[in-house]
């Protein structure tokens, strides 16, 4: 099958960058996005120019680096799947396919497609971690958690940091990523200890780092590969105000 | 309010909070403005809107009032400059994902209803305040202001009508997002409640526009 990719190339991260529209006729439709792009850089090495940066580690849906905005939407237009694991089969043959970073000014564009996501981890390393040793696995009967609690937390916790939300999100903002690091540990035994701190200290510094705020519009929801629920920002917004008035 | 004194949940909380007291607000304004539909003399209304100009509580109320718009949209500005501010390069080519609509334009609709207020305000408020309010002649209500003709005035003018109309539908829209946006703001979130939430965010929303919206359309064709 053959495509029309548009894609943005910056050469670094002062430049100005623009969109680059190119034919590329030798996609099969077996090949994943990824797997497209890897053969398209080929394409453009051999012609001497410099092959399209994006970004990518695990291509299984776990590593969360895999970050593009395809045709209007974070990771592609199916819903629940991270960029490698979209299919060539889901577009058309000669279609134009957009490719841009994801737009945030908390992640500026490194080069071409790559972002830069040291904002998450800051915000992780403001409170999204228990202080204490927990050594390993303790006997399951000594630390009775409520079945609904777990599977929660489990929920929050498959988050993998890929930043979809933000670039879903009208306003770039990191609610969604935020409220899931705080549920996964608010909701368990462990994390209860040091949570009014961890909410308060997380949300100041995702302020501070100049992602949007939340206006309850929830395309992050809708757009994030790992389908996490927007009841975790409610969790979140109920923990924090718990916090400020106690 | 400095933008950063208060956290972005701390904002959202006190905006939350403003909104549903304006809310129960119009349902307040709403039941009265309905007197004017079941009471041809216009009687009940002019009665209500003297209690609601003279009594001392409502009186001392209506800076509360004032206040809650005041906050609501400072607050609403503030948070949503910041929100442009969060993305200084747009996309190119952006598609609709499964959203709460009317959230995008919150700040529209909310402008919109300002403006409105605005002009509402110098039609009736500035107008009772400096006393050019025509004056009941006859009756147990004698001397009274007749704020009830005034409105009917008003909505004699099929222009005036229109634009009381449009504007009362972009506050359902603005209404269809809130009151279950308030609820999530809050932490109020819940598998029971909030389907029902969500659906009585969309009956009140339907309930206060049209409310509003069938005083000026009876009076215009019926009165
Ligand atoms: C009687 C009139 C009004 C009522 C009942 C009302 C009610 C509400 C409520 C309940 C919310 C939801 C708050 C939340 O998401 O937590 C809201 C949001 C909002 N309102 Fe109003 N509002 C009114 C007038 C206005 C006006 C005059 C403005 C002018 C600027 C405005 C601007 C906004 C904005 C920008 C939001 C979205 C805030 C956000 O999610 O960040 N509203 N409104
Ligand atoms: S490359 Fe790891 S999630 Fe896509």
Known sequence: MKVKLKIWRQENAKAKGSFQTYNFDEVSPEMSFLEMLDAFNTKLITEGKEPVAFDHDCREGICGSCAMYINGHPHGPVSGITTCHLSMRMFKDGETITVEPWRAKAFPVIKDLIIDRTAFDKIQLAGGFISSNVGSAPEAHSMPVIKKNADDAFDAAICIGCGACVAACKNASAMLFVSAKVSQFALLPQGKVEAKERVQKMVAKMDDLGFGNCTNTYACEAECPKEISVTNIARMNREFLCAKVS | ?223
Not at chain 2, 97 to 124: A, C, N, Q, R
Not at chain 2, 160 to 187: K, P
Not at chain 2, 197 to 210: G, M, T
């Open chain 2, 1 to 223: 309010m400095s933008m950063k004194l208060y956290s972005s949940l701390t904002k959202k909380y006190i905006m939350s909070l403003a909104g549903l007291f304006l809310l129960m607000f119009l349902l307040v304004h709403l039941t009265i403005n309905l007197l004017l539909l079941f009471d041809d003399s216009g009687g009940l209304f002019n009665v209500a809107a003297h209690f609601m100009g003279t009594n001392p509580i409502i009186q001392a109320f209506q800076w509360v009032l004032f206040g809650g718009f005041a906050i609501h949209m400072l607050i609403g500005v503030i948070l949503q400059i910041q929100n442009w501010m969060a993305r200084p390069k747009r996309y190119n080519k952006r598609a609709i994902s499964e959203e709460s609509y009317f959230s995008k334009f919150m700040i529209h609709t909310g402008i919109i209803i300002f403006i409105f207020l605005v002009i509402h305000l110098t039609d009736f408020f500035v107008k009772k305040i400096g006393g050019v309010v025509p004056e009941i002649t006859g009756g147990e209500l004698a001397g009274m202001e007749n704020m009830g003709i005034l409105v009917v005035e008003k909505f004699k003018n099929g222009g005036y009508v229109l634009f009381y109309v449009t504007v009362f539908l972009i506050l359902g829209f603005h209404l269809d997002h809130a009151f279950q946006s308030a609820f999530q703001s809050l932490g109020l979130n819940n598998n029971k409640y909030t389907p029902f939430i969500k659906w009585l965010s969309h009956f009140i929303a339907i309930v206060i526009s049209i409310g509003f919206i069938t005083i000026p359309v009876c009076i215009y064709f019926f009165k």
